[in-house]
């Protein structure tokens, strides 16, 4: 015998409240990754000695990295502001635009190379990272809507969603 299964209430609300808040699964990417050539390698691969002295980080050269913008100006753009999504961006501010700094240093220094403990293609710089900031990069536009005009729409829809549900539970009878 096959058991149904039924969504409660509560499930369909979680499922409605996730698809409306789809986007912000876009959101901004954090994390460590080593600096080198305006690039910041992003797979890390362990640790180990590189010269027979203190341990360092290996990040592989051809895994996953994420570009620098360092340019604050881009005339393509409407309010010429460089800002761009998918790349960690750092340059100082100016007339379009504030200031944005991406990546911090934590005072170490990694390796880039194919493998851990591998032949050395690079030596960089051990940051933390973030981009695709929400202000500039989210997919949604901001939906203007006069809600003070129809506030009392939105009480008497929320009150009989309310009154409906309470006598189910015969709390009114």
Not at 14 to 27: D, E, M, R, V
Not at 38 to 51: C, D, K, T, V, W
Not at 80 to 90: D, I, M, R, T
Not at 144 to 171: E, Q, R, T
Request: charged share 15%; net charge positive; glycine share 10%.
């Amino acid at each position: 015998m096959e058991k149904k299964y039924k969504l409660d209430f509560k499930q369909i609300i979680l499922i409605l409240f996730l698809l409306l808040n789809i986007n912000s699964i876009k959101a901004q990417t954090t994390g460590y990754g080593c600096l080198f050539n305006s690039r910041i390698y992003q797979q890390y691969l362990g640790e180990a000695s590189p010269y027979g002295g203190a341990k360092m980080r290996y990040y592989k050269s051809n895994g996953t990295y994420v570009d620098i913008n360092y340019n604050n100006y881009n005339s393509s753009k409407p309010n010429y502001y460089g800002y761009e999504c998918n790349k960690v961006n750092s340059f100082p501010a100016s007339q379009v635009g504030p200031e944005q700094k991406e990546f911090v240093s934590q005072g170490k220094s990694c390796i880039i190379s194919t493998s851990r403990g591998g032949e050395i293609n690079g030596h960089g710089d051990y940051v933390y990272y973030s981009y695709n900031n929400p202000t500039y990069c989210s997919t949604s536009k901001p939906v203007n809507v006069p809600l003070d005009s129809y506030i009392w729409l939105l009480i008497l829809g929320v009150g009989g969603i309310g009154a409906f549900l309470i006598s189910k539970k015969g709390y009114l009878a």
